[in-house]
């Protein structure tokens, strides 16, 4: 019986690896659109609402600085002073055009980062932060693995074309997605244009991202373009409670990229909804607590079950499907005594045309000891006293 136990465990374990983030994403069939590619995930749930292509592995140019820039906000006070080397003042690329021995504020080279997308920023705020570009890749890779990003490798804080730096468009996402989540990085992606000292003199920045400002509800986030690359974006948008990140990579111009973010945009807008599920979880397992038939072998003890609380109920449903959302539970026939409290037992799974939206424990709140002959005996013994005394 344990062994059945357990390995109806590890299908309950598996099944939920697999469903962990899920996906109403629509396809290339469903909506055209010209980059290599793409993906759209709402930010609360991380569920994957439009997806082409998103899970392979390419380069991503410029929007490698979001990664520089949130590990520079993280570490360094923005007042400190970076003094500018000859290989910061020599990077090619796209630049700030800082000079050899200038001293300048990590604000001022996050903005010339984020917002003019220089290489050269980055190059000094590597050094500034490890010492090198060479330690600071090292850096990107550990605070990458940190938020969980699976098939990227960062070799260099730009983002200039290498074979051994790369991402894919998921993996971004969820990057960006933790990068905003830092008031001064968020605000920084978010500035049209701003005023700048670079040295001693002051300089006009405006964002490269064509997007900002021009579409509603669009906050950020950051540009890119390299041979490898091609033309790439990553745009977070928010339009009552749907708040949304879109990752264009490899487009062929710089208008397909825009328009590509615009179409998966406005379809997302368009076709899903924020719908609170917290009564379909509720009603279904207080129904169930009232017919549950859990059979404890080896106890006497009474089950008193319960359901791990989510902190937000709130998900994107399409309204097309809505009518198709339906909840489901599953739990053990039979449990075997002795058994610890927070045991879990089973799993509530709430659906939404036949795609797992999520899934929540369903636990013991006590624990199950089990019962000794004597202690059998003595139920035996209580049952029919009556019977004995005559």
Known sequence: MKRLCSLIMIIICVSLFFYDNYSFAQTEEDLETNSKHIICIERTTGSVLYEKDGYTKCAMASTTK????????????????VTISRRASNTGGSTLGI????????????????????????VALA???????????????????EIGLKNSNFVTPHGLDDDNHYTTAYDLAILANYALKNETFLKI???????????????ILNSTN???????????????????????????????????IVVVLGADTKIMRGED????????????????????????????????????????????????????????????????LKTS???????????????????????CDDKILYEIDVYL????????IKDYLKVFVEKYKTFFSI
């Open 66 to 81: 979001i990664l520089t820039g949130i590990i520079v906000i993280e570490r360094c006070n923005l007042q400190d002073k």
């Open 99 to 122: 000079k050899e021995n200038q001293k300048i504020t990590v604000e001022s080279l996050l903005y010339g980062l984020l917002l003019r997308s220089g290489n050269d920023t980055a």
């Open 127 to 145: 050094e500034h932060v490890a010492g090198s570009v060479e330690e600071f890749s090292n850096i990107m890779n550990q605070k990458a693995k």
């Open 189 to 203: 992606v978010g500035t049209k244009e701003i005023s700048v000292m670079v040295g001693n003199n002051k300089r």
């Open 210 to 244: 064509e997007l900002l400002g021009n579409v509603n509800g669009l906050y950020g986030v950051k540009t890119g373009f390299t041979g490898n690359a091609g033309r790439c974006l990553v745009s977070a948008c928010k339009r009552g409670n749907l708040d949304i």
């Open 261 to 324: 973010s615009k179409k998966v945009i406005e379809y997302v807008f368009s076709h899903f909804k924020m719908v609170d599920t917290e009564k379909e979880i509720e009603n279904i397992f207080n129904n169930y607590k009232k017919i549950q038939k859990i059979k404890v072998l080896k106890s006497l003890d009474k089950l008193n079950i319960n359901y791990k609380k989510r902190e937000n109920y709130i998900c994107p449903i399409d309204k097309n499907k809505f009518k198709n």
């Open 329 to 351: 539970i599953y739990c053990f026939n039979k449990i075997e005594a002795p058994i610890k409290s927070g045991f879990v037992i089973g799993k509530i799974r709430l659906i």
């Open 365 to 372: 709140e006590n624990e199950i000891k089990k019962t000794e």
